[in-house]
């Protein structure tokens, strides 16, 4: 599965640990304990069509679109910016590699990782968005 694929490499690059501090699909629910704990995860948005050979069934490649965020402690911004960072860094360029026993033929990067807000416990939300093609 897609979001098990990246997350396995992410967390082999260092980037969080899987139900911990990195998630996959959700964010936690605020507990006392997570409010202060910064986190990233992978979030699955709307994509690009699969690419077929010939135009004809079945998908050869997908091109599925995943938002990775990253969400920092209270007043964390150069944190959770540093963290975004290093996942974008990770995650775009990769090419003809496999992932967790898929090919993936790339991870492109659709932008910079940037703020997307600040939440009512000051904590920064960091994001950016990479387009996979990935065997179907």
């Not at 304990?33 to 990233?40: A, D, G, M, R, W």
């Not at 959770?80 to 496999?98: F, I, M, P, S």
């Not at 090919?103 to 000051?122: C, E, G, K």
């Amino acid at each position: 599965m897609l979001l098990d694929e990246l997350g396995t490499f992410l967390q082999t690059a260092g980037i969080g640990t899987i139900g911990v501090t990195l998630f996959k699909g959700t964010m936690p629910l605020d507990t006392p304990t997570t409010v202060e704990t910064p986190l990233v995860a992978l979030l699955e948005v709307p994509g690009l069509p699969p690419m077929r050979s010939h135009d004809t069934p079945p998908a050869r490649v997908e091109q599925p679109v995943i938002q990775v965020v990253s969400r920092g402690a209270p007043y964390g911004y150069a944190a959770a910016r540093a963290k975004a960072q290093a996942a974008w860094e990770v995650l775009d360029g990769v090419a003809n590699q496999t992932l967790s026993g898929t090919a993936y033929l790339m991870i492109q990067a659709l932008q910079s990782p940037f703020l997307l807000r600040i939440d009512d416990m000051h904590r920064p939300t960091i994001t950016f968005t990479v387009r996979c093609q990935r065997s179907a």
